[in-house]
């Protein structure tokens, strides 16, 4: 039987159809607001567990690395350096890890429904704004409690934030991709966050580094967008700036892995029905 009907990818060479979004915007809020419910569902804390997770790894990275091992942190109370740094990587390991495994567990709608396949790891990045929002309060606590003044790089903080959330949704959908044709990604994301963060200056500050490795540390895109945090949040008390080089860096890089991640979607995507 001849079909009247192939539904079928559009052509472009980017997963970015912009006519395609708009015309599924009601599907993407309720996958967004799907997931924010199933993060919580029969939970007895609920989204207290938001707070508590950079909460308990900033207690025990001050008790480890601020008190024990004496790790410095450019003249800022350790636990407002930890936190600062803990808050945009909480939400940027999250969204990883949710949404590369994204696909996978939707593959019930996958394969019964066509829709743009780029709007499942796209709603799990947003859902977990929601996280970030939650812990930014417990971030506004300790700096009124460590009475840390704000100064104009406060100003920042938006475009930290769509740049966390762009990387995020760059790597996280290049994995979803990944993920429904090698199912060992599953395993891999976990170590890859480890790794990542260790090689993030979260627990130590960039200063400690030798200035002759600083220009390698910088290629992590995240080593200035946790930097651009840190000063946007609390330059007010040791009087740094935004290190623009950095920052830059973080931006380009950025830029990359979306591009090539929407890319190797787009190639992709097609087969998604068939394997996932």
Not at 63 to 91: E, H, M, Q, R, V
Request: charged fraction near 15%; aromatic fraction near 16%.
């Amino acid at each position: 039987m001849v079909p009247h009907l192939v539904i079928e990818p559009n052509r472009s060479r980017l997963a970015f159809d912009l006519r395609d979004l708009w015309r599924y915007r009601e599907l993407f809020y309720f996958l967004t607001w799907r997931d924010i419910k199933v993060r919580y569902k029969q939970t007895a804390l609920g989204a207290a567990w938001a707070i508590m997770q950079p909460l308990f790894n900033m207690l025990i990275f001050t008790l480890l690395f601020g008190k024990l091992a004496g790790l410095p942190s450019d003249n800022i109370p350790y636990p407002l350096f930890a936190f600062a740094g803990l808050l945009p990587w909480t939400f940027f390991s999250n969204a990883i890890g949710n949404s590369g495994n994204s696909l996978v567990g939707s593959s019930h709608l996958i394969t019964k429904v066509y829709f743009p396949r780029l709007i499942i790891p796209a709603a799990s990045v947003l859902a977990g704004l929601v996280d970030f929002f939650f812990a930014f309060l417990v971030m506004a606590v300790l700096m009124v409690i460590y009475k840390v003044p704000l100064g104009v790089n406060i100003l920042l903080l938006p475009l930290l934030i769509f740049l966390t959330t762009l990387l995020a949704f760059g790597v996280g959908m290049w994995l979803s991709a990944l993920n429904v044709r090698f199912r060992d990604i599953r395993y891999v994301i976990p170590f890859l966050i480890q790794f990542w963060m260790y090689a993030t200056p979260i627990i130590y500050p960039v200063s400690m580094m030798p200035e002759r490795y600083r220009p390698y540390l910088a290629i992590n895109p995240m080593t200035g967008v946790i930097e651009g945090y840190r000063v946007a949040l609390l330059g007010g008390v040791n009087g740094a700036s935004i290190n623009w080089q950095s920052l830059g860096v973080s931006i380009a890089i950025a830029l990359v892995v979306l591009v090539y991640a929407s890319y190797d979607f787009r190639r992709m995507e097609k087969t998604f029905a068939d394997i996932v």
